[in-house]
């Protein structure tokens, strides 16, 4: 194979001016509407807004028909905007499970009431209070760091289930009421991620610690083991000295087990953007730093951008370096030559050769909100109504795999065997979708990916310049499309390196949080269901709100959804990650438990009298 396989479509086009590749007409020289800079989009405004209150029913069959051999359960996170420019995947956190059975398909939707999100429902006093900082995250002086728990549901085993989140621990939730149970891990079990400095300055009755994680912890439901990170101690490059990266191992009953990681050389490893993904191997561990960037100064209200370095630093750890007992772990560190986010991996590492598959982000970064009055890219400014929903990509996308030799003492990338497949259906490359989702298989065959498109009306003029110069771009500045480009479901077939089969939808949706459904009797990773998450600005058939759930045939996505559900008491707004299973029940009582309201107890004589009533009342009542 060549060095490198670059599979890429329609490069020519990258050198003509103001192409537009989907139907309808060029908005350039059409008049604007104040505050948008184009007229007439088609984007769903709707999805900024949601109920923040609990609701459950019984969806509507739309359009189609819902199959004999679909079955289950999904449960799905999203994150809501609760004011101008609150960066949407971000948002207050509220999960919905979809029941699927004989008699048709009910759901039940409940906001995900961490302590945080509880605290800042209720308190009003002026240090008490929530302040959003750069559009990113919600900072109370008296309380500490917002953790709104919404990023991604995981299946512990044995009825056990958890959600997870980048900026704060994981929670344990119950599958039948949606209800949180307990915080995982002890609060000295976690480390605070804020630099030295810093953390010596911060209240001691501060209730919620700044903690940073990972967004896709690992449960391994063959070795009943969970795989996690804590990380932090600088800001970007700075203070890389005092930068961390704890990895966790956890028996799901006990004490974490933890070593802090260090390269060969000594150095202190650190992760200088986030981790949202960790891959886990029969015998390795790799922890890959991923293209979401925080700048320091947007948190001031800086909004100046830092583009991605086409570059997916890794840690790759052998499992048999884990030794009980000691508190560190050396990491064999290399750089993939790619942007990602979502990256998975086979399970089988036979010979010490990790392949990886992820995807090829073309100059954008997954934290960048679009602000209210940007100027945008192709004139106008972003409207207050729009300003939190991510900012659109400078460049399509695409599809990669990567391969690791790790050796004795070494590791190294087999730069022969790197493929990326561009594609005019890869803008804005998001979550992917297969068979035991976060349970990696011996080798992936099948891939479902979704592509949440490209809106022109969404690209800041601050953002299109910092990426002017990022390697590898099929589309200029001077060359991106001037119309929308639909979002896809794509299917990506391993062996082959291609895309095998695809389904663009109509220009007026937007399609996140694909999920596989396994389709009873059958075992192929593409004999099943794709679940997605569909929000329209005009509904199908001119039914329901136009939050909608659209159901397709694994193995023939270019046939459009099998069926179309909704409910007009189902009103959700940008979706996270989803969760298949099979079968649900009551979570073990007794089985665990953290110290949460022994540390919250504990804290709770240096606050205020409300602060404590909401302690007393609202907290603890939910996790004794």
């Given at each position: 194979?060549?060095?490198?396989?670059?599979?890429?479509?329609?490069?020519?086009?990258?050198?003509?001016?103001?192409?537009?590749?989907?139907?309808?007409?060029?908005?350039?020289?059409?008049?604007?509407?104040?505050?948008?800079?184009?007229?007439?989009?088609?984007?769903?405004?709707?999805?900024?807004?949601?109920?923040?209150?609990?609701?459950?029913?019984?969806?509507?069959?739309?359009?189609?028909?819902?199959?004999?051999?679909?079955?289950?359960?999904?449960?799905?996170?999203?994150?809501?905007?609760?004011?101008?420019?609150?960066?949407?995947?971000?948002?207050?956190?509220?999960?919905?499970?979809?029941?699927?059975?004989?008699?048709?398909?009910?759901?039940?939707?409940?906001?995900?009431?961490?302590?945080?999100?509880?605290?800042?429902?209720?308190?009003?006093?002026?240090?008490?209070?929530?302040?959003?900082?750069?559009?990113?995250?919600?900072?109370?002086?008296?309380?500490?760091?917002?953790?709104?728990?919404?990023?991604?549901?995981?299946?512990?085993?044995?009825?056990?289930?958890?959600?997870?989140?980048?900026?704060?621990?994981?929670?344990?939730?119950?599958?039948?009421?949606?209800?949180?149970?307990?915080?995982?891990?002890?609060?000295?079990?976690?480390?605070?991620?804020?630099?030295?400095?810093?953390?010596?300055?911060?209240?001691?009755?501060?209730?919620?610690?700044?903690?940073?994680?990972?967004?896709?912890?690992?449960?391994?439901?063959?070795?009943?083991?969970?795989?996690?990170?804590?990380?932090?101690?600088?800001?970007?490059?700075?203070?890389?000295?005092?930068?961390?990266?704890?990895?966790?191992?956890?028996?799901?009953?006990?004490?974490?087990?933890?070593?802090?990681?260090?390269?060969?050389?000594?150095?202190?490893?650190?992760?200088?953007?986030?981790?949202?993904?960790?891959?886990?191997?029969?015998?390795?561990?790799?922890?890959?730093?991923?293209?979401?960037?925080?700048?320091?100064?947007?948190?001031?209200?800086?909004?100046?951008?830092?583009?991605?370095?086409?570059?997916?630093?890794?840690?790759?750890?052998?499992?048999?370096?884990?030794?009980?007992?000691?508190?560190?772990?050396?990491?064999?560190?290399?750089?993939?030559?790619?942007?990602?986010?979502?990256?998975?991996?086979?399970?089988?590492?036979?010979?010490?050769?990790?392949?990886?598959?992820?995807?090829?982000?073309?100059?954008?970064?997954?934290?960048?909100?679009?602000?209210?009055?940007?100027?945008?890219?192709?004139?106008?400014?972003?409207?207050?109504s729009i300003s939190g929903y991510p900012a659109a990509p400078v460049d399509v996308g695409g599809l990669v795999r990567a391969r690791i030799q790790v050796n004795r003492f070494s590791a190294e990338e087999i730069k022969e065997d790197f493929a990326v497949v561009r594609d005019m259906r890869c803008w804005d490359m998001n979550d992917p979708a297969y068979r035991g989702h976060f349970q990696f298989p011996e080798q992936f065959k099948h891939i479902y990916w979704a592509a949440i498109g490209f809106r022109p009306e969404h690209l800041p003029s601050r953002v299109a310049y910092a990426y002017r110069n990022y390697p590898n771009r099929i589309f200029t500045n001077g060359s991106l499309p001037e119309l929308a480009q639909p979002s896809a479901l794509l299917?990506?077939?391993?062996?082959?390196?291609?895309?095998?089969?695809?389904?663009?939808?109509?220009?007026?949706?937007?399609?996140?949080?694909?999920?596989?459904?396994?389709?009873?009797?059958?075992?192929?990773?593409?004999?099943?269901?794709?679940?997605?998450?569909?929000?329209?600005?005009?509904?199908?058939?001119?039914?329901?709100?136009?939050?909608?759930?659209?159901?397709?045939?694994?193995?023939?996505?270019?046939?459009?959804?099998?069926?179309?559900?909704?409910?007009?008491?189902?009103?959700?707004?940008?979706?996270?990650?989803?969760?298949?299973?099979?079968?649900?029940?009551?979570?073990?009582?007794?089985?665990?438990?953290?110290?949460?309201?022994?540390?919250?107890?504990?804290?709770?004589?240096?606050?205020?009298?409300?602060?404590?009533?909401?302690?007393?009342?609202?907290?603890?009542?939910?996790?004794?």
């Amino acid at each position: 194979m060549d060095r490198r396989q670059f599979v890429k479509s329609f490069c020519a086009l990258s050198v003509l001016p103001n192409v537009s590749f989907a139907s309808g007409q060029l908005l350039s020289g059409q008049p604007t509407i104040a505050g948008s800079g184009f007229s007439g989009s088609t984007f769903p405004g709707s999805i900024m807004d949601a109920d923040l209150t609990p609701s459950s029913g019984t969806m509507d069959l739309i359009s189609g028909t819902l199959p004999l051999d679909i079955t289950g359960h999904v449960f799905m996170a999203e994150g809501i905007p609760l004011e101008k420019n609150h960066f949407t995947p971000n948002g207050r956190g509220a999960l919905t499970r979809f029941d699927f059975g004989p008699e048709g398909v009910s759901f039940m939707r409940k906001m995900i009431n961490t302590p945080s999100a509880i605290m800042q429902e209720h308190a009003t006093g002026l240090l008490d209070r929530f302040a959003l900082l750069g559009g990113t995250v919600y900072y109370s002086s008296n309380m500490g760091f917002m953790n709104y728990c919404n990023t991604a549901p995981n299946y512990m085993g044995n009825n056990r289930f958890a959600l997870s989140y980048e900026g704060g621990p994981p929670y344990e939730f119950d599958a039948n009421t949606l209800e949180l149970v307990t915080q995982i891990g002890n609060m000295d079990e976690w480390r605070s991620s804020l630099p030295p400095a810093i953390d010596w300055m911060t209240p001691e009755k501060w209730l919620f610690p700044q903690i940073r994680t990972t967004g896709h912890p690992h449960f391994d439901l063959e070795t009943g083991e969970c795989f996690t990170i804590n990380y932090g101690g600088n800001t970007g490059e700075t203070g890389t000295k005092n930068g961390f990266i704890q990895l966790i191992r956890w028996d799901q009953y006990g004490p974490f087990e933890s070593w802090q990681v260090y390269d060969r050389q000594g150095n202190n490893a650190y992760i200088s953007a986030t981790s949202h993904s960790l891959g886990v191997t029969r015998d390795h561990i790799l922890i890959f730093q991923t293209a979401a960037f925080v700048e320091n100064g947007r948190i001031l209200g800086i909004r100046t951008v830092q583009p991605q370095r086409h570059r997916t630093p890794v840690w790759v750890i052998r499992k048999s370096d884990l030794m009980p007992g000691s508190d560190s772990v050396l990491a064999d560190y290399i750089e993939l030559d790619f942007d990602t986010s979502d990256i998975v991996c086979n399970y089988d590492d036979s010979d010490g050769e990790i392949t990886l598959y992820g995807q090829y982000m073309g100059a954008m970064d997954k934290s960048e909100p679009q602000m209210h009055l940007d100027r945008l890219h192709f004139g106008g400014w972003v409207d207050k109504s729009i300003s939190g929903y991510p900012a659109a990509p400078v460049d399509v996308g695409g599809l990669v795999r990567a391969r690791i030799q790790v050796n004795r003492f070494s590791a190294e990338e087999i730069k022969e065997d790197f493929a990326v497949v561009r594609d005019m259906r890869c803008w804005d490359m998001n979550d992917p979708a297969y068979r035991g989702h976060f349970q990696f298989p011996e080798q992936f065959k099948h891939i479902y990916w979704a592509a949440i498109g490209f809106r022109p009306e969404h690209l800041p003029s601050r953002v299109a310049y910092a990426y002017r110069n990022y390697p590898n771009r099929i589309f200029t500045n001077g060359s991106l499309p001037e119309l929308a480009q639909p979002s896809a479901l794509l299917h990506f077939d391993c062996d082959a390196m291609a895309i095998s089969d695809a389904y663009e939808f109509p220009e007026d949706c937007v399609m996140r949080t694909p999920q596989f459904m396994n389709k009873v009797g059958c075992t192929g990773q593409d004999e099943g269901y794709l679940f997605t998450a569909v929000v329209r600005k005009n509904p199908t058939d001119g039914r329901g709100n136009g939050k909608e759930i659209w159901i397709f045939d694994a193995q023939n996505l270019a046939q459009g959804p099998v069926g179309v559900l909704g409910s007009t008491n189902l009103n959700f707004a940008t979706t996270n990650h989803a969760l298949w299973v099979e079968t649900i029940g009551p979570r073990p009582s007794g089985i665990y438990q953290s110290d949460l309201t022994d540390f919250l107890i504990g804290k709770m004589s240096k606050h205020s009298r409300e602060v404590q009533n909401i302690i007393e009342n609202h907290i603890l009542p939910q996790y004794s």
